[in-house]
């Protein structure tokens, strides 16, 4: 077993996530307050009855700002912001204002439809109480203000006794996940077992009970004998979450199992390459294996999230380098797209294609297809990626390390010092690196002598080199990591990552992307836009082996990527549609990453493409 | 101005489209006959009242019933069958008994809803009785029994005196075209000059009625205004195909000019390879240029068909080769691939590939996508496609031939004979060919010296030779024709069409095919079915230049091609979805016949291949 670094004890430096956490506090963090003033989301917590002129709160809202204070929480970890602190207290004090005194909150069933409590599955009462219990836990840790963890203690007080004590809910387990992983937070943050008490029972009634049965929100087998993602994503992300969280707590091997196959069936079968999972809006849900459409890709931002949050979990269980190289494309890709560079704009959907005149083709009917919006929009009505975004990227150094009595494994490339405790030892590992720009990363590990330093070799990489205390080795990867005995109490290593692109192939049986190719460069997966290349991008097929160029995009701050490419040129004097002796011409493509696409005009990207293999040198 | 020669004039003997006929007449015929019983389409024409245990009719059962009729008609033109007359008379009892006194004819505003008659735009009621009227004159120009043509006479008087002498009709012109070009056949067969002139009402009418304006059903611009193909694709080509009758009969220049935009935006713009056009289910509809969807293609049969009798009609006004060759697609793909090979089941959408796994990916919602169905049905609620196949089967031979004073077109290759009269000739044009297996032709024309034969090369023809009076010739060809003067009475000539498989490309901006490429012989379209091909269709390339064989497929009673192809290898140990080395293999890919698919068990289906050029041969 294994134990994460949390980011709490880790600080980034360095030019792309110490950027990112710039912007994410700098100018989404304000921008997403300042939406969430505009749209009444915060002015609801004052509980004014919809007769007396009050907003009516939507079902979801509670958890809005709820992450919102958590994405808070995580920022002050590092920076001290009494701004945001009052801003923060504020909604504190309103909650305690209008809180039950069984210690009941939620905003829509108490303004709304205050005898529906507890009444309706489907109404993310539970969601909403989980959110506001992860933010009361950050909040406390982050602060040491107490006031919103007791009252949200009260809170599950409250729910304790409707779910298990006095059955008066009407339903047995939450239709929306997400309470489970927040109880065992609040769990581990005060020792208290009566919360994860409470995490169990609702993660093992969960599909026992007939009437509740559901394959969209994964109440269709018990929790143990699932196997397959089903439904809904984000719900059934937080849930796998949940269960990997106690699985490892309680150290129950059927639970690890089934998280294990629902990893490796997402993992293997039912995930985007940039890390993107739910392949259809229709329920904004896990479909079938191998079913990976990529213009009608739902990919929802807090579906990559909470597939990070699982994956991160599954690293306490072993090394398995899935769960890094998952973690990495939802870093650098999945998660990242839904997020203008600017931080002021949001996608809620990460299609891997936008083709503009196929979403306007209805033009002639009134119920015109839906696809995925081209361009990042400041709210959306519903609004739970954006902060989801925030407390994401405030504690993205979560995923940098886990470890052991005798090994510590380095999963992520970020500049920054960490410092923790191994038993007895306080640890101190930093970074030094450019990536994803440059594949060189110094490291230096103090206090470790004796131990392992296990440094992973993402599977994208064939071509490396490591430098131990100065001089070359040929370390031997095993199962995607170079394991490194330190000998001395300092371990200083220069690891280089080739960061050459490179052609990305799919397993047949994904008919979106069988015989296309994705261009990668590092952990970043590539795109192009029709702004930056002036034919039809579908006609455009790459040619293998790739010749590229690289230059600095300065607009984007961004490696832009030149490669040469095959086009069939139409004949061009019938007219017609249809031809059959062809003309080809070598044209170079423009490709940007994907992370960086619709930050321009609105125009088509497409991330897998047709390409053309020199047969000769195969 | 050319001269279309009627199917009636022509006796077809010879494999391909006689063994068509023969299914058709002895095979689908009776199936359609009782699939109408069992439905109570017949039965429906007794009118009994709801109240007294009637069926309640559909609003274009009418319509269904009359196709039927029609295509007996066209069936009773070459085969005697007093069995199939007394069917049809007995409906002609039915329809005199039921008619109203004033010549008024409709089964569902009879029965369900008398008091709304020519009060709902929308509800097929002209496009019933344009049906009725088709069948009326066919069966009396097939039988000389006046009686049906004498009601139906009746009806249009009824017709005319609504909408254009008294306007009792809540509405001006037809929500769903048809009427128009039946008016014109009726005008045609009596030479009365009121049935042209209704049908230039409802032209000229259409498209200036401010509360009628529909791009759906073409009502968005007056007629003469419109210059892309919108809306319903079915009305969109019926009415497309009453335009180009009445501006041939009226000289209307500015009217042909429209159709002649029409016909070229769809040709060049919204059409599928096979002839299908309706790239939407939503409306059933056109889209927008370079929209054609494969797998979610709607290409309706009945569309299919509306558009031959669009561009046979064009066919008058001159020679255009995209006229013949979107004829030739329709007919050996889109319209054929809409019955079965054993003509006892039909599709009404005719896509272009085949997903099962995408069919079925919606497993935990409610509201599925809907795909096209993978299997011919023999019967639908909307059974609009069965019998217009069979009415277009009977009268295939209609697209052979056009004439004018000095020359005569041979457009479509089917054996058989041709006799009729230009001016004082008596012309005889006889055909011997096996196409499309073979591309040998063999013409014989008599007493036509004096003119000239032109003979189409199809533009997917680049090698070809003839023959005349049995030496070589070197003829030019022009404007995909070769025109050879008669220098004596009796003209023979030998052409061979090389029939070599070729792979054929789309213009770059139909982003669904864009740098794919499909697969032809002759005019056939080839697909791949994976009950041939044991591995992803989709991971199929297919390498250029083509390495081919060819077989004949007695299941099937075609030619099959089997095909060298490339295909990736996934990494087989470490079960990821995404790798970057890929391992290539040569494999045999088979091709069978569009027309021919789903005839076997429930599979995949792909026509638009990937492929491998050997860059080195370009």
Redesign the interface.
């Known amino acids: 077993m294994y134990h994460r670094v949390s980011f709490r004890d880790v600080n980034l430096f360095g030019d792309f996530w110490e950027k990112r956490q710039d912007i994410n506090r700098e100018v989404t963090m304000p921008a997403i307050r300042d939406r969430f003033e505009q749209t009444g989301r915060f002015h609801a917590f004052e509980m004014i009855p919809l007769s007396e002129g009050g907003i009516k709160p939507h079902i979801f809202w509670d958890s809005d700002v709820a992450k919102w204070m958590e994405s808070a929480a995580y920022i002050l970890e590092k920076h001290t912001d009494n701004a945001l602190i009052a801003q923060v207290d504020a909604v504190v004090d309103l909650i305690e204002k209008h809180q039950d005194e069984n210690g009941y909150f939620n905003l829509y069933f108490t303004v709304v439809e205050p005898d529906k409590r507890f009444q309706r599955r489907d109404d993310h009462e539970l969601y909403c109480a989980g959110h506001l219990i992860e933010a009361a836990v950050a909040y406390a840790q982050a602060t040491g203000k107490t006031k919103f963890l007791d009252l949200m203690k009260k809170y599950v007080s409250c729910i304790e006794k409707a779910f298990v004590q006095e059955h008066t809910a009407a339903f047995c387990t939450p239709g929306h996940e997400e309470i489970e992983l927040a109880l065992y937070k609040l769990y581990r943050y005060t020792g208290e077992k009566k919360y994860l008490d409470l995490a169990l029972h609702f993660i093992n009634q969960r599909g026992t009970i007939e009437n509740e049965k559901?394959?969209?929100n994964q109440s269709h087998l018990p929790v143990r004998q699932q196997s397959t993602a089903?439904?809904?994503s984000v719900r059934a992300c937080y849930l796998y979450a949940a269960m990997a969280d106690l699985a490892y707590e309680t150290r129950d091997e059927e639970l690890y199992n089934s998280c294990k196959q629902l990893f490796?069936n997402i993992?293997?079968?039912r995930?985007y390459?940039t890390g993107g999972v739910g392949?259809?809006r229709?329920?904004e849900?896990?479909?079938?294996?191998?079913?990976l459409?990529n213009a009608e890709a739902y990919a929802e931002t807090c579906a990559a999230i909470a597939l990070a949050f699982f994956a991160s979990r599954m690293q306490r269980f072993s090394p398995d380098p899935?769960y890094a190289d998952i973690i990495e494309r939802i870093l650098y890709n999945g998660m990242l797209s839904g997020v203008s560079l600017d931080g002021k704009s949001f996608f809620y959907e990460n299609p891997l294609e936008i083709?503009h005149?196929?979403r306007?083709?209805?033009?002639?009917?009134s119920?015109?297809?839906r696809f995925p919006s081209a361009r990042r929009q400041e709210v959306f009505d519903c609004s739970c990626c954006p902060p989801n975004i925030t407390r994401f990227i405030a504690s993205v150094a979560d995923y940098l390390y886990t470890y052991s009595d005798d090994a510590i494994y380095v999963h992520q490339y970020m500049s920054g010092v960490a410092n923790f405790s191994i038993g007895e030892r306080a640890v101190r590992i930093s970074q030094k690196t450019n990536y994803p720009v440059s594949g060189q990363i110094d490291i230096v590990a103090k206090n470790i002598k004796g131990m392992c330093l296990a440094v992973r070799i993402p599977?994208?990489c064939?071509d490396f080199s490591i430098y131990i205390d100065g001089g070359k080795r040929e370390n031997q990867v095993r199962d995607g990591y170079l394991y490194i005995s330190a000998k001395s109490e300092v371990l200083s290593l220069t690891l280089n990552l080739s960061m050459k692109p490179?052609?990305?192939?799919?397993?047949?049986?994904?008919?979106?992307d069988?015989?296309?190719c994705?261009l990668?460069r590092g952990p970043l997966i590539y795109c192009m836009e029709s702004c930056d290349n002036q034919?039809?991008?579908?006609?455009?097929?790459l040619l293998s082996p790739l010749q590229t160029n690289e230059f600095y995009n300065q607009d984007l701050d961004c490696i832009q990527i030149t490669a040469r490419a095959?086009?069939?040129?139409?004949q061009t004097d019938?007219?017609?549609?249809?031809?059959?002796?062809?003309k080809?011409r070598q044209i170079s493509s423009e490709w940007i990453p994907y992370y960086a696409f619709a930050n321009r005009e609105e125009c088509d990207m497409l991330v897998w493409s047709?390409y053309?293999?020199?047969?000769?040198k195969?």
């Open positions: 559901s394959l969209y089903e439904g809904h490796d993992y293997q079968k995930c390459i392949s259809s229709h329920g849900a896990f479909t079938v294996d191998y079913d459409p899935a083709l005149s196929r306007g083709r209805n033009v002639s009917v119920d015109p297809e599977p994208w064939d490179r052609l990305i192939y799919s397993d047949a049986r994904n008919a979106e069988a015989a296309l994705a990668g034919i039809p991008l579908r006609s455009i097929q095959l086009v069939v040129e139409s019938s007219g017609a549609l249809y031809y059959h002796q062809p080809y047709r053309q293999i020199d047969i000769s195969q």
